[in-house]
């Protein structure tokens, strides 16, 4: 059973860097096909994926936040890690981490053989 748990800040000043880490357990990130995604959910609106990590190490970043975003992992803790640059209040959101297949990776919803973390409330506020 893959596991996902993401961590970090629940609040964080505008202009500043969000980070956040999601720890896995049960698959290893270099596991054949898997990929690595984040989503958020604004208060409100709908789910909008936002990047993904691949099991090779390829990366893919929604346009919206191309730019500020970077995804990287650390393969010995079996962890990735979001850094989101210059956060305003529209980054306010649930976000979540994600186990996807290669044909889902960029998909903003639950689905086929998916598995997510609980999520994480992150509020953009002075």
């Known amino acids: 059973q893959v596991q996902l748990q993401e961590s970090g800040p629940g609040l964080v000043k505008p202009s500043q860097t969000l980070s956040l880490t999601c720890t896995v357990s049960g698959e290893s990130l270099t596991s054949a096909g898997s990929y690595w995604s984040w989503i958020r959910q604004p208060p409100g609106k709908d789910l909008e994926w936002i990047g993904y990590i691949s099991h090779s190490g390829l990366r893919s970043y929604g346009p919206s936040l191309k730019g500020r975003i970077s995804i990287s992992r650390d393969t010995s803790k079996n962890e990735i890690t979001l850094d989101l640059r210059s956060v305003t209040p529209e980054d306010t959101a649930v976000y979540y981490c994600?186990?996807?297949?290669?044909?889902?990776?960029?998909?903003?919803?639950?689905?086929?053989?998916?598995?997510w973390g609980q999520g994480i409330q992150v509020t953009v506020s002075s």
């Open positions: 994600a186990r996807r297949s290669p044909i889902r990776a960029t998909i903003p919803a639950r689905g086929g053989d998916d598995y």
